[in-house]
């Protein structure tokens, strides 16, 4: 941040609409800006000088690492599943899909990550503070059913890259998927940059075998260009394709995580503070979503290249028509040769283990915000990954890698099922002035991203009933087994579509924006600062330690 000079007077109103309180110093050390009270009280001096030029880069460089976190959602082993069926069945159609899902991933992420920094509190523990005792209960394990069905494609991914490298069992691989995830984890102890750190590498390191595979097929541009920006949906099974790349793409739990990650980075206390850091959170998510991007495309773009190449037997084609996690591998394998099934495991196996790393860390800030429970770190990276694997195991040992594969897709349901209770809250609290203040969505943000954010539940809300009427009328099941079931199923169906109005149409109660004193400059300053100030003014605005995210060190 660029110092200010002795001769520049502090604007009182500077300090007025920022609704986040800077810690108090409590070890009396220079804060970084100080009140020279020998010289005029109004005045701040900068004791690190006058770095401007270097101060961006470095600044920016502070806030890098959420958004790489946030972003292996979207290159999780369940988005590369409907990545090769899409590209399997379409070739190049659904490309606009991708990149239209990706754009409001990047606005509805960057909402959760101003949540964060705004009020100083993630979702899940807005959502506790919010709302009545019962609903709360409500999110709390509908967000917990979130992050156990979107660890079983993570789980199962890596399972099948563990198959296909090492040709052990899957059940087996489940079981070391969980205890790496573990070892993993423990780096927490020397920081979350490290952690971070980790996850950019996985995530680089996908990119560069699924780019090595783009160079050997060589899909033609014009194709690909036109696929991504000209909308279309043809063929049989098009629309349901679409509507499996979509919600593939936006993940409830991410959103609990994002808002919770922002945390860990020391925001200065001042309404510019607050701005830049919403900017580089922006900037930072915007190029991690950016490499998302160009690795789903090509995925897609390699699948398609290669199930429409004019070679192709009708045993590959048989093998295209039904592409899966573990077959994808054994396809490439035929077509471009040997490397291509090691690349391909390779990628899977980056792809799942940093999904289940960002899994628990989301399980660990859920469990935490909705339930303000204080636990051991291991206890409770133990306890998420037990949960989360469980359903993995039993259905991996019972049905084998088939039984398996078929879970990912009824995981991807139960995300879709699963969206609303996360992004409407998500919409409400960043929009709402009790929430964030003056730093509450404009008018412009708050329509588009409604609407968006409407039409993406409405699609999800499409696909699962119309999903479920056609299996009811299509299954084998005596007609006394189809009544029963709809007798059940229907009334939670409707009971699923109140519960949604609720949250939409539910005014906010509660206000958690929290206004500075406006009655003394010096005590705002010194506020802004984080130095000790005697006065009841700055008593009863102290921050209380977090003590509940205190196991998310902070960068220096």
């Known amino acids: ?111 959760s990550a101003n949540l964060g ?68 984890l423990g780096l927490q102890k020397y920081g979350v940059r490290k952690l971070e750190l980790l996850i950019t590498v996985l995530i680089f390191v996908m990119a560069a075998c699924f780019f090595g595979e783009l160079s050997y097929v060589k899909p033609p541009a014009v194709d690909v260009i036109k696929g991504m920006f000209i909308p279309k949906l043809s063929g049989q099974g098009a629309i349901g394709d679409a509507i499996a790349l979509l919600g593939a793409l936006v993940m409830p739990h991410n959103l609990f995580l994002h808002s919770a990650l922002v945390l860990s980075r020391k925001v200065p206390n001042s309404v510019r503070g607050i701005n830049d850091a919403c900017r580089y959170f922006l900037m930072e998510s915007g190029f991690a979503l950016c490499i998302a991007l160009l690795i789903n495309l090509s995925i897609v773009s390699v699948t398609g290249t290669v199930c429409f190449a004019n070679n192709l037997s009708s045993e590959e084609t048989d093998q295209c028509n039904n592409l899966t996690l573990d077959s994808g591998s054994f396809l490439l394998k035929n077509v471009l040769g ?54 993995s195991l039993i259905v991996s040992i019972i049905s084998g890698s088939s039984g398996a594969g078929r879970l990912i897709i009824i995981s991807s349901m139960i995300l879709s099922f699963e969206l609303p209770f996360a992004l409407i809250p998500l919409l409400k609290f960043s929009s709402s002035s009790t929430k964030m203040g003056p730093h509450k969505n404009s008018i412009y943000i708050i329509i588009f991203s409604w609407i968006v954010g409407l039409l993406i539940i409405g699609i999800n809300v499409y696909y ?31 009971i699923y579509v109140l519960a949604v109005i609720y949250l939409t149409f539910r005014k906010d109660t509660v206000e958690t924006f929290i206004d500075p004193t406006k009655n003394d400059p010096v005590v705002q300053a010194n506020m802004e600062s984080g130095t000790r100030k005697s006065g009841d003014e700055l008593e009863a605005h102290q921050v209380p330690y977090r003590e509940d995210l205190a196991h998310v060190p902070l960068p220096e």
């Not at 110092?3 to 009182?12: A, F, T």
């Not at 880069?57 to 069926?85: C, H, M």
């Open 117 to 184: 920094v705004s009020t100083g509190k993630h979702l899940a523990e807005l959502c506790k503070v919010e709302y009545p005792k019962y609903v709360k209960l409500c999110l709390w394990l509908l967000a917990e059913i979130a992050v156990i069905a979107a660890d079983i494609p993570e789980v199962v991914g890596t399972a099948f890259a563990l198959n296909i490298l090492f040709h052990i069992p899957v059940w087996t691989g489940v079981l070391i998927t969980g205890f790496s995830t573990l070892l993993l």
């Open 338 to 391: 040997r490397s291509s099934s090691t690349i391909y495991a390779i990628a899977l196996l980056a792809s799942g283990q940093s999904s289940t790393i960002t899994g628990t860390y989301a399980g660990q800030f859920i469990m935490q915000g909705f339930l303000d429970l204080k636990m051991r770190k291991w206890i409770r990276n133990l306890m998420t990954r037990c949960i989360a694997i469980t359903p």
């Open 1 to 111: 941040m660029a110092s200010l000079q002795n001769e520049e007077q502090v604007d009182p109103t500077s300090w007025r609409h920022s609704n986040r309180i800077a810690a108090v110093n409590l070890d009396d050390q220079t804060p970084p800006y100080s009140i020279d009270h020998d010289h005029d009280q109004d005045q701040v001096q900068d004791p690190a000088g006058t770095d401007h030029q270097d101060a961006g880069w470095r600044k920016f460089l502070a806030y890098v690492g959420p958004g790489f976190l946030v972003s292996v959602a979207y290159i999780d082993p369940g988005n590369l599943e409907t990545d090769l069926q899409a590209g399997a069945n379409h070739g190049y159609e659904l490309l606009w899909i991708i990149l239209v899902g990706l754009i409001f991933a990047l606005i509805i992420q960057s909402l």
């Open 464 to 494: 699962l009933s119309t999903g479920f009427v056609g299996w009811l009328i299509h299954n084998n099941l005596p007609k006394v087994g189809n009544v029963f079931i709809g007798i059940i199923v229907f009334p939670l169906m409707a």
